[in-house]
Structures are given as structure tokens and as C-alpha cells.
């Protein structure tokens, strides 16, 4: 009875985790903002619970008497598997101090809250001690973790294993080449006509063609909900209460539709991932503490950028839904038909607001991103600079001022919940979501004329069967070569969008 001993103790860590969870999505959509404090408090009383059970001898013993148990199996067997990813985990925690994991907790919720205000008062200075004291955190934690060439390293080894400061430089080398001088001849072309994308929409009738499209995607309303918050997320307690969040505004119907699709996609992986995983290992990131599915953070934003963009942003998804959306809009719709909505939906105007950006330059604001992290940590930037840091690169990049605080450095939840290290993973996920994409309808050719029916059975069947299912077993290396037979490779997806832009903006 070794293994199952075994099983159940971190079935428990996995119920834990799901609880900070289930207080997180509270925190986000439900709490009244006057119980940040204490929230934050409670928070770091569950994770210390959650730390303490890892690291207690009594689990270290459990590990142990589960290694000799398993020892027989083969290499991929998942109970195998999962004593080796414990293993790793409590070895790395044990060079964790409690007290560290417990300040960094506390502070991440504090600090969201802090965010929020200082975002709503344009005002960097509130949110700034919470950075410095993030960054000190974070550098302490990357000595605890250990990395050969960089501090950043370290941090992004917790939401994207097997990335690097050196990868990913390479990786963002590649897509400047790539997309720069793209977005250099779309700058010249004529603009397709957008002004219907920011009449009035009503918001119950947004919320119902979000609904719509979550359904026809596959998502599973008996498991999941849909609210609203200020920065949309999905968070799962368990693949049977997954549940997302969107934002509706009257004048704008383009944040909701690419909210909803994009949570969408991160919740069909997670209530697709197999019933037996749940309450395990492989259902829980055991070095950052929390309960998810996901292999990393980019390949779980690859199935988001998957649905979102490979996806919704296609003329043909358009040609099938736009006669539903124009029914609940007919005043603001009047005139437009499904090829003017598909290019006004996908129009290339660089902006400062990464959430809102289009498809084409949204990768500059990560790289953005990504450097500041890397020179906050290595301390080649002050906290203090940051503003003036991201004003240089918005104009460098994107050619853009950036007017205020509002409109640059606080746009972003992230990093006041101290996620320094995590943005890497959008554009992971942006370049994985076009490979196993394109893998996909190679594989499995009747993909493609379901979805020209609105059909996305199939394709949300093949993905279950050979990304979602397998929750955290694989290594992201090792998912890519068995789904798309190699690793990360950007040609698709530098493909995918010199297709779709040069169609759209007829360059060719």
C-alpha cells in the first residue's frame, strides 16, 4: 500500500492548492476590496499548510517507501512518473526557506490589491515598494533555486521549464526578423474600416454571443461559469469546476470576444484533462504550488492562443458566426458583413495596452516584458526607472508614447502578484499554439471541413487525446516531439501570420 499512502498524501496537497484556488477566484470577482488584508493573510496561512505538508518527514518517507515500490515499473509509467516529479520538487523546496514562501504569498494578493488601486489613481508610486520588495524576493528565491548563467533563469524555470534567458533571447531574435518587417509593410497599406467594432453593445448581449462561442468550442457550462473581472482569467479547482472570467465594454465588443475565446481555451485544457489525474501529481505545479494541469505556462497559453487566434481569428470562423453576432447588433452591425468584421477584427494598430493589442504586435510587448525582468533582477534597472525604461522601448518598438502610468508599467496584474519570469510564456504559447496547430489538421484531415461546418468536435477531440489528457506527465520538449514530431520550431507560426496579414491587407 506504499503507492497509494503515497498518492493520497499529495491527492490532499492537490485539495489544498485547490482551495487558494477557489479563495483566488473569490478574491478576483466576489470579495469586497476592503478584505485584501486579511485575505492575503489567509492566503499565506494556506500555503504555509501547503509547504509544510511537502516538506514534512512524514511525506519525505512516503516518497521514499513509493521509489522502492515503483522501482520495477517502466521509465513512462505515470506512477513513476509522479514519485519523480515529487521528488524534484520537495528537493527544490527543501532550499526554500518557509518564511520566504509565506512573504512572497502575502504580498502576492496584497500586492494585487495595491495594483488595482494605484492603477485606478495613475500612479506608479503607490504600487513601487511592492515591486522592490517583489524583486528582492524574487532574487532571493532564484539563489534558493540555483541557475548557472542568470538570476532570471531561476524564475522562469518555475513557469516555463526547459526556457532560458539564452533560448529565449534566440526565440525573440528570430520573431523580430520575422514579423518587423511585416508590420513594416502593413504600416503603409490602407486600413480596413473598424469604427463598427466600437459602436454600442450592450452588455447582456455581449454575454450571451460569449456564451455562444464558449459552448460551440467545446466548454462545459455544467462544470465551469462565466463572470466578469477587471483582468479575465481562468482558474480551475479540479477538472470539474473550471470556471473563466471575461470583460464587457459597451463601446468595445472586441475585448470580450477575445477574452472569452482566450479563457476558453485555457479551461478546455484543464476539464479535458483525464478523470483519473485528478487529485494528483500530474494535476498539480508542485514547484510554484498550484493546482493545475498544464504542462508549463506557455503550453497551457498555447490552447488559449490555440482557440483565440488559430481559431477565432480565421475567416472562416467568421463567415460561420458573424450572422449570430449581427442578430443580437443589428443598428451597430447595419451595413457590415462577415469579410468586413473578419478584417476589422483583425487589424494591425500597434497600441499600448498589451491585453488589447493586435495579434501581429503583441509579441513586442512581451519582449518588452521579458527584458525589464531580466535587468530588474540583475539590477541593471531600478524599480524607480521603470516607467522611463518602458516609455525607451514602446517607442523604440511600436513607434508609440506612452502618456501615463495607466497606459504602461501598471497595466499588468503580473507582476504585483511577484509572477516575475511568467511573460516569457505568451509567446511561447503564441509560437506552440501554431505548431501543434498545423500538427493537428496534418494529422487528422477531417479537422478542417468540420470547422468550416462550425464543427470543433474533432479538433478539441484530437487536442484532448494528445495534449489535454496527459495533464503535467510529459516534459514540453517531450509533448512536442511525440505531437508535432520535433521541438518549439516558430516557422509555423511566423507563417501562419505572414498568411493571414498578407491576405488581409493584400500585399501580395
Known amino acids: 500500500m506504499t503507492y497509494p499512502a503515497f498518492a493520497e498524501r499529495f491527492g490532499a496537497l492537490n485539495d489544498l492548492l485547490n482551495i487558494a484556488n477557489l479563495l483566488t477566484w473569490d478574491f478576483r470577482v466576489m470579495m469586497p476590496p476592503g478584505g485584501a488584508e486579511t485575505r492575503g493573510q489567509q492566503m499565506a496561512s494556506l500555503m504555509g499548510v501547503a509547504q509544510t505538508m511537502l516538506m514534512s518527514d512524514d511525506t519525505l518517507r512516503l516518497i521514499e517507501a513509493a521509489e522502492t515500490a515503483v522501482a520495477d515499473l517502466p521509465d513512462g509509467a505515470t506512477e513513476r512518473l509522479a514519485v519523480d516529479h515529487a521528488r524534484a520538487a520537495v528537493d527544490l523546496h527543501r532550499r526554500i526557506p518557509a518564511e520566504l514562501n509565506q512573504r512572497r504569498a502575502a504580498l502576492n494578493l496584497t500586492g494585487q490589491a495595491i495594483w488595482a488601486d494605484a492603477r485606478a489613481r495613475n500612479d506608479f508610486g503607490m504600487l513601487r515598494p511592492v515591486f522592490e520588495e517583489h524583486v528582492d524576493i524574487c532574487r532571493r528565491l532564484a539563489d534558493c533555486i540555483g541557475y548557472d548563467a542568470h538570476p532570471h533563469d531561476a524564475m522562469i524555470s518555475i513557469y516555463e521549464p526547459g526556457a532560458d534567458t539564452a533560448s ?34 450592450p452588455e447582456d448581449r455581449q454575454r450571451a454571443f460569449a456564451v455562444r462561442i464558449a459552448e460551440a468550442f467545446g466548454y462545459d457550462f455544467a462544470r465551469g461559469r462565466l463572470d466578469t473581472a477587471p483582468h479575465p482569467f481562468e482558474i480551475s479547482q479540479t477538472r470539474e469546476d473550471v470556471r473563466i472570467t471575461t470583460r464587457f465594454h459597451r463601446n468595445n465588443i472586441v475585448s470580450a470576444l477575445q477574452g472569452t475565446m482566450h479563457e476558453v481555451g485555457h479551461a478546455l485544457y484543464e476539464q479535458n484533462i483525464a ?9 498539480t505545479d508542485l514547484l510554484g504550488l498550484y493546482a493545475v494541469g498544464g504542462i508549463s505556462f506557455g503550453v497551457h497559453e498555447s490552447q488559449s492562443r490555440l482557440w483565440e ?170 509533448m512536442l516531439h511525440r505531437v508535432t514530431g520535433r521541438g518549439m520550431d516558430a516557422t509555423p507560426y511566423i507563417a501562419a501570420l505572414n498568411a493571414r496579414y498578407r491576405a488581409i491587407y493584400a500585399l501580395d
Open 309 to 478: 487566434n488559430q481559431i477565432g481569428r480565421s475567416r472562416g470562423f467568421w463567415e460561420r458566426n458573424f450572422g449570430a453576432l449581427h442578430d443580437l447588433f443589428p443598428e451597430t452591425l447595419a451595413g457590415v458583413d462577415a469579410d468586413m468584421f473578419w478584417r476589422a477584427y483583425n487589424r494591425v494598430r500597434p497600441g499600448l495596452i498589451r491585453t488589447e493589442a493586435d495579434e501581429l504586435t503583441y509579441d513586442f510587448h512581451i519582449m518588452l516584458r521579458v527584458e525589464m525582468e531580466r535587468r530588474l533582477l540583475d539590477g541593471s534597472l531600478r524599480v524607480t526607472d521603470m516607467p522611463g525604461a518602458w516609455a525607451d522601448a514602446m517607442r523604440e518598438d511600436l513607434k508609440l508614447d506612452v502618456p501615463d502610468d495607466r497606459s504602461g508599467v501598471l497595466q499588468d496584474m503580473q507582476w504585483s502578484a511577484g509572477q516575475f519570469g511568467i511573460f516569457c510564456g505568451y509567446t511561447v504559447g503564441n509560437v506552440l499554439a501554431a505548431q501543434i496547430h498545423d500538427a493537428a489538421l496534418d494529422a487528422e484531415p477531417a479537422i478542417t471541413p468540420d470547422l468550416e461546418r462550425g464543427d470543433c468536435s474533432r479538433l478539441l477531440g484530437w487536442l484532448t487525446d494528445h495534449v489535454y489528457r496527459h495533464g503535467r506527465r510529459d516534459s514540453r520538449e517531450d
Open 168 to 201: 529565449l533571447g534566440a526565440l525573440f531574435a528570430e520573431l523580430r526578423a520575422g514579423l518587423a518587417p511585416l508590420l513594416a509593410e502593413i504600416a503603409t497599406a490602407p486600413e480596413p474600416r473598424s469604427d463598427f467594432l466600437y459602436g454600442d453593445y
Open 275 to 283: 478523470p483519473e489525474l485528478t487529485r494528483s501529481v500530474m494535476a
